[in-house]
């Protein structure tokens, strides 16, 4: 028998700006009192959704049960910025390439099957078109070390026989209204999500075929015994045979990778609604993703009413935080820079105010590994997106299912196989080492 108590649980700094601008949801019921079920879920994300997709279809007689820490989209989900990438995107990279051409050729074959996996949900739940375009993305590149970037990047990918193309500055201006960028480097495959809609979408299909989900029930302790492990919250508990821990990061918070995993805090703005002088001063396409060319600048979408309104939403801002949260003051700061950072490729919507500020968690390894394996037995991992939460989160949570009821896959071979994360310097090393290194890169890259 075997006991896990929660050190932390998540704590969310700002509101989760994608969920802020959809109608309001009605909440779900918080965990109270005795339950039980066959399989338990940690976690109600991308993760943890997909999870239980997977489970009902190779078993749709399953009494699942979901227990999310806050509400449905308003954490990680509706905080991140809806790229759902199916080419390499190592993020540790200096242009996203990653462990050479075999494994990308892989790991790109499995994150198309997380796209055609989230396709599929997005069919059968009846989610709106809007929330999931499959429109692809753009590398934007600001300096000639983005370009360079860029042409690095382009060469792997027609190494790997990759479609993409080649954007001069005149074709930026087409597609985003900006001078800004000098060049960009288009992949077709990304899918677009508004992923607090998305997920939105998701869970309530999933409860419509009998999966019930718990929100604001935060799970305090995992404890093993003979009929599998109880999940405990404050108001209650679920004794489940087998369960999955789709916490990402927190995962370290029950006691597991301690002294292995990197939390990197991420920020965002999000613009008030776009006048019609606004749009028409900015010109462009109506929707569209850039991701800068070096994996530390600015990630830059501009959404439609579809999604939720005209509106441009900018992220960056990476800092170590080992306790997995941001302060006001962290946010403050780099919204202010990002402030400056959106002037500089929007001049003409210098007087669009920021309606929506806030903070996200990435888990990281430092050699981009996940977690996702029996843990113990009965008890699975979904853990460690890299960066990648859409796609990534997608096919661990697949793969987490396939596990628990004795399936293989390719998705469970390829990452069962992985090693497991690399120890980080002891405390409090890491955390100094890690922002002086981050400050370093973002400095390098501070016109991207």
């Avoid at 935080?321 to 402030?339: F, G, H, I, Y």
């Avoid at 394996?373 to 989160?393: K, S």
Wanted: neutral net charge; contains cysteine.
């Amino acid at each position: 028998m075997s006991l896990h108590r929660a050190s932390r649980t998540p704590v969310f700094n700002g509101p989760a700006g994608w969920n802020a601008i959809l109608p309001p949801a009605a909440p779900r019921a918080r965990l109270e009192g005795q339950t039980g079920c066959d399989i338990a879920i940690l976690g109600g994300g991308f993760a943890g959704l997909s999870a239980a997709r997977r489970l009902h279809q190779i078993d749709p007689t399953l009494d699942i049960v979901i227990l999310d820490a806050a509400r449905i989209a308003e954490g990680g989900t509706g905080r991140n910025s809806g790229f759902m990438i199916d080419l390499p995107h190592e993020l540790t990279s200096s242009d996203y390439a990653g462990s050479g051409d075999s494994h990308d050729r892989r790991l790109t074959r499995l994150n198309r099957h997380a796209i055609n996996f989230a396709e599929g949900a997005v069919q059968d739940y009846a989610i709106p078109e809007g929330y999931f375009r499959r429109m692809g993305k753009i590398n934007g590149a600001a300096s000639e070390v983005g370009m360079a970037s860029n042409r690095s990047y382009a060469a792997h990918l027609g190494q790997l026989g990759e479609a993409h193309e080649v954007l001069d500055a005149q074709a930026m201006r087409e597609v985003t209204g900006t001078s800004y960028y000098h060049g960009g480097l288009y992949t077709p495959g990304t899918t677009m999500l508004q992923p607090a809609g998305y997920v939105r979408g998701f869970a309530a299909g999933l409860e419509a075929g009998g999966v019930r989900i718990f929100e604001n029930s935060p799970v305090l302790r995992l404890e093993s015994n003979a009929q599998g492990w109880r999940l405990a919250t404050e108001h209650g508990a679920v004794q489940a045979s087998r369960a999955i821990m789709a916490n990402n990061g927190h995962l370290e918070s029950f006691g597991f990778k301690r002294g292995r995993l990197m939390h990197i805090m991420l920020n965002a703005c999000m613009t008030e609604e776009l006048s019609p002088e606004d749009i028409r001063a900015l010109g462009g396409e109506e929707c569209w993703g850039v991701t800068p060319a070096d994996p530390m600048g600015c990630t830059v979408r501009r959404i439609s009413p579809a999604q939720g309104g005209n509106r441009i939403i900018i992220r960056q801002g990476g800092y170590y935080r080992p306790e997995m949260q941001t302060s006001a003051a962290d946010l403050a700061r780099v919204t202010r820079a990002m402030r400056q950072k959106f002037d500089a490729r929007f001049p003409m919507l210098k007087h669009v105010g920021f309606a929506q500020s806030w903070s996200g968690h990435l888990c990281l390894s430092k050699n981009a590994v996940s977690v996702m394996r029996e843990l113990e037995p009965g008890l699975y991992a979904a853990c460690v997106q890299n960066g990648l939460g859409t796609a990534r989160g997608t096919l661990t949570g697949i793969g987490a299912a396939e596990l628990a009821l004795g399936q293989q896959s390719a998705i469970t071979e390829f990452f069962t196989a992985e090693d497991e994360p690399s120890r980080l310097p002891p405390h409090p090393f890491d955390t100094i080492g890690a922002n002086a290194y981050l400050r370093w890169k973002e400095w390098q890259s501070r016109l991207e």
